[in-house]
């Protein structure tokens, strides 16, 4: 065959749903000389990874740590760890993701009990309390923080409360939320949380950061079976992550993904955290303004900073003008998905992306491709 | 916290049982700036990635690509896909990886027929012959083609006959030699095999290829239940991967890692197939006749280029010399795995890492390590 000619990809403003713009710094650390995944030098570079980690989930748990797969991947390893054949859970959905963690929490063998409202809105505490008082028998509760399909924020630390006096665990998706957003794993209480790197963290796709309490620890200690996938079950990757039972190898870590994400989390603390979630929420302000004297108005009523959902206006070519932006001014932003295909843009704004630069980029590109 | 310093990864040797050494062409292709996963300019490195896959694969297979995930997670696939609860499926074992595929089978809800051979030989068609005789209604029957635990390379095209006239499916694991050993997928009738990216291909670990041919397809059409995994469900990533029902969203894609992998395999095309696989030959000749020269022996009757399998001598402590090459020499070899635990080395030799200079340097400093 004809060897195709060499990678150049062009540099893109991604203002998607992610993956978010990756630092020059994380780049070069991606593509720094490979260790082996035993060498004491790269157990080095992965503990201080998982050190990072806790710092920014703000949690003391000590099995935090990245699954080697894309945010999905993260999922899968809570529910496939967490859920047993039999098992009963309850799973909020208001978009995409909740649909998913059903998915995936019935591949397992549980009895779901589906609490739904509209895509774009939150959950209150009084729709949960419901939901717990007539599942109580259910081990868990999954709960979208920052959903991704929707553009919507939801409040954790109220729910937290009422799935804990039920006795359950608290799941929290937080794929788009993590450095992007307030979230406090040990003083919200949750049990067992997942992430992604391509998000506000800036890093490339590829990995998926996790967090389980001791208390999700222990359900998982209880289990009768063993958990149906080989590839992410934490009673064997604990030992290599955390160093009990010495650094036994289970499968080889993507080591240089390890590199990107420990310069990401490098820069994460450099900015400090506080400062890194204020900057979102500053810069959502500043691109929500301009966007809404473009005309445009948002999807969620209790949006997201990192990511901006927002109605296609009548009349309006969505793909065409997503296409004309990649074309004319390399610019990357997202379409709707699920119910909002077609109707909705979502523009990210997270990690690296949210600057003024960027936002007063795509601010001006959108009017050029809206007037045409 | 103190913020950890700087990355700096000290530039390695690496012959241990991979990661192999990666050449600079790639880790610069990774460090690439960052597209998003529905970007038409990456579909189309993807699509390329996917085509030089098939010509290393030697396989027309429509549905071969990098699974996100390392190279246990292309066995997983493969057993998950494939498996569904009270099928039955005939496991070949001489090493680590032949356990695995067990456990992962197992896992997937089917009964196992183990047949166990002592580890470090290889299998002979006689012995496939009867036990595929006596587990007639086997689903598959699954066999490593190198055993990265022993060193063994396993012949394969008199047992894939024996398989296809039983009517069962032939699902090979070449984690370790793809791209360095002999391995025809399509004239060899393998419906299913898996390889890892840190081998032969001497690309940094973080995907796992995978091909599937017609009559696995088929298989996995005739389902009666969902793939227990979501992330890796074949019936849903084929959208993605092969175009068929649009380049559906299933995962974020591990953009930069695609990268690194599309880079490899135009370095192995430029190489050339054979002219690679005949490198692998010579220098594993060149090695073999120094380490014989050494006074160490190979474990396996029929080794393996791409990697080296040999006993420790005794009286020798095997870690204290591993540690020794790495400290002095910056030069990683592997140590035994399972039964070969603190008694075989496992030296590899694949992709960029097998040079005569390599060989030469790792012999030098054997020598050193053993004299004292």
Redesign the interface.
Known sequence: ?Q??A???????I?M?P??S??PARI????????????????IG?MD?TC??LR?VFQTKNLLTFPV??????G??TIA?NLIEHGDEAIVCINGVFGL?MR??IE??GATVHAVEIPWGESFTDAQIATAVAAHPQSKLLTIVHAETSTGALQSLPGISKIVHDAGMLFVVDAVTSLAGHELKVDEWKIDAIFS?T?KCLSC???LSPVSFSPAALEAMSARKT??????LDVSMLRNYYTGSGGRA?????????I??L??AL?IV??EGLEARIERHRIKHLELRAGLEALGLTYIPQNSLHSLNCVRVPEGIDEAAVRRKL?ADYSI?IGAG?GVFAGKAWRIGLMGHTATTRNIQTLLAALKDCLAT
């Open positions: 065959m060897i195709p060499q990678l150049n990809p062009t540099e893109r991604l998607g992610g993956p713009m990756v780049l070069q650390a991606l593509g720094s000389p490979t260790l082996g995944h035993l060498d004491p030098q790269y570079y201080e050190a990072m710092e080697s797969g894309t945010g999905m991947a999922m899968e496939s998913r998915d995936m591949r397992c992604g391509q490339p796709p590829g063993k958990v149906q996938s080989w590839y190898y289970h499968h080889t870590a993507p080591v240089n993904m590199y990107a420990r310069e490098r603390l450099e990649l990357e998905l």
